[in-house]
């Protein structure tokens, strides 16, 4: 395997404009353009545009692509709704108890094909796409059923922020605008955008309102420099990953590697929506792992996701100790300073008996201890309606 990084559709307008470009799971990616205080402020209080061209984006299709899916993935896919996105896990039956993480990922199911074949999409993050495609594709039936990996021939761009929908909305038509501004939280339509084809949705990882769009690779930059004009007199910016990292941490989402790993018990960690162990009519589900979820459901884990608010600005990182009367009781998965808390945060997975709302703990940061306390999750709810 090669060890140059890999380059998104948008690398060469990163290097031009000033993004400090990191080697990110594989790919060339900007960390920040000016501070990652700043471009974090700027997506909670107008609007953020992240290149996430990294992520994997993988089409399926067929007439049994939903049947195909559904037994595969531990979210309900059989149900799912044209326009719709589900949050789901990639796991196998393998591992010593019988369950691996292989990923999380999303799932939409696109307009139909004319003659009513399923379409669906689905994004997984970069670091797990090879083996998620690997294992996608070692249990392809032998018809019915048609997987391709888009990642190389799009883009995807996240626009973030109380201005985001409105912005990209300025770019479209009306009967586009309509539809892109109509959209719920995780729904999901096609749409032009400067003339450009699109698919839209309303998710996100940074815990605002916003878009995902994805378009052309041979369009990315035009489309970039279109919502950034639309969008800089009202303050948005183009923002890097490091401003990404803050913001979903302080919306509470976890993070593949670090909240969610390949052994993560999915109920512990707050991920129980994304498990359906029976289908919509009621009886069992089938796909890899749900014996060992059964199992996990039924089971009171021994250590919980819990949120830490810090008493000071000095920041936890992944791996620093949480202890309690004189002993560890637990581990920081995610850490940072939380620029709209103006505090640090972290994540952590500690021992049941301490993660109680206001139990007061001690966290290690390079071996100084830190006082902190367990908060609710998220640490950061955005301010009105929610569509």
Known sequence: MSSTPLRTPLASWHESHGGRLVDFAG??????YSSIVDEHLATRRAAGMFDVSH????????????DWLESLLTRRVADIAVGQARYTLVTTDTGPDGLTILDDALVTRETDA???????AMVVNA??????VAWLRSRLPASGVSLVDRTAETAMIAVQGPLAVATVCVLCGDDDAGRISGLGTYRAARAFIVGQPAAVSRTGYTGEDGLEVVVPATVAEDVWQAILAA??????????????DTLRLEAGMPLYGHELVASSDP???GLGLAVNLD????????????EALVRLRAAAPQRV???????????????????????????????????SLDRAVAMALVDRPFAAVGTRLTVMVRDVPQPATVVPLPFYRRPGPRH
């Open 279 to 290: 289908g919509a009519a009621g009886g069992p589900r089938q796909f890899p792992g749900r």
């Open 305 to 339: 996701r819990v949120g830490l608010a810090c008493d000071s600005k000095r920041a936890a990182r992944e791996g620093s100790a949480v202890v309690a009367e004189g002993g560890p009781v637990g581990t920081v998965t995610s850490g940072s300073l939380a620029p």
């Open 267 to 269: 109920f512990a960690i």
């Open 114 to 120: 004319p003659d009513g074949t399923p379409r669906l």
């Open 27 to 32: 790919w060339s990616m900007p960390v920040q």
């Open 127 to 132: 670091s797990n796409r090879d083996r998620v």
């Open 55 to 66: 992520m994997g984006r993988l089409a399926i299709e067929g007439p049994a692509a939903r």
């Open 231 to 244: 969008g800089g007199p009202r303050g948005l910016k183009p923002c890097g990953l490091g401003a990404r």
